[in-house]
């Protein structure tokens, strides 16, 4: 089955560490995104990618880091330099590169706990 | 600032209801607008996405519509069940920059 797979799906961090959040996708899609969920707002986007090895800021990058070396993947880093990192992170893809004019599809989503 | 809003934040009614979830935005100058379905700690599922130069879609007991002029789209849901309790979120991709603007959801719960 086609679909987007993100891991892990629970992910507890310590003050100071880095940790990276896993996305896949197998939509043979161009384009990927994350968004950071936070309760009782909008779904904000942290970065995006049109293309592979080519990505670019979301309104929220401070304190996140992105890689897109292969198509399937968009791996995501919070950094200690994120001050305020629990949330719900969602990635996403759409067909087609240049602009985000697809339909979106996303995956489960990777809960963030700062201990 | 472009924004889109969904007003309420939250709905409840008894299950056989037919309903409407609203969801305004500010900028009439779009390019789509997607409904979503969220499920308590799920990703979304893309119910309907409407393009610019359509008025409506419709998908099984969902209706979607779009009205540019008026800055606001609704999404219809006929006999609902209680299946279909979740957060329902809509987005809208601007013409000026492409960008995905997002509502932060209604929630729907339909009562047995």
């Known amino acids: 089955d086609g679909g987007i797979t993100q891991s892990p799906k629970y992910l507890f961090r310590k003050e100071g560490q880095n940790v990276t959040l896993s996305c896949e996708q197998n939509?043979?899609?161009?384009?990927m995104y994350w968004y950071r969920q936070d309760p009782g707002q909008g779904l904000r986007l942290i970065y995006y990618s049109q293309i592979v090895n080519d990505f670019q800021k979301g309104d929220i990058a401070e304190g996140y880091s992105v890689s897109r070396e292969k198509k399937e993947s968009f791996p995501l880093t919070v950094t200690s330099a994120q001050k305020n990192p629990t949330a719900f992170y969602l990635c996403a893809s759409s067909i087609g590169q240049g602009t985000p004019l697809g339909e979106q599809f996303f995956g489960p989503g990777t809960r963030l706990t700062v201990l | 600032k472009q924004e889109v809003t969904q007003i309420p934040a939250a709905l409840s009614v008894p299950e056989g209801e037919n309903l409407v979830l609203n969801c305004s935005f500010t900028?009439?100058?779009?390019?789509?607008l997607q409904w979503f379905r969220q499920d308590p700690g799920k990703g979304l599922t893309s119910l309907l996405l409407i393009q610019s130069s359509q008025r409506e879609q419709t998908s099984g007991r969902l209706n979607a519509s779009l009205d540019k002029s008026s800055g606001r789209s609704t999404l219809y849901i006929a006999a609902s069940q209680p299946g279909d309790s979740a957060t329902y979120l809509c987005a809208a991709v601007m013409d000026s920059n492409y960008q995905l603007i997002w509502g932060a959801g209604t929630k729907l719960i339909i009562k047995p």
């Open positions: 900028d009439s100058a779009i390019y789509n």
């Open positions: 939509l043979n899609h161009d384009a």
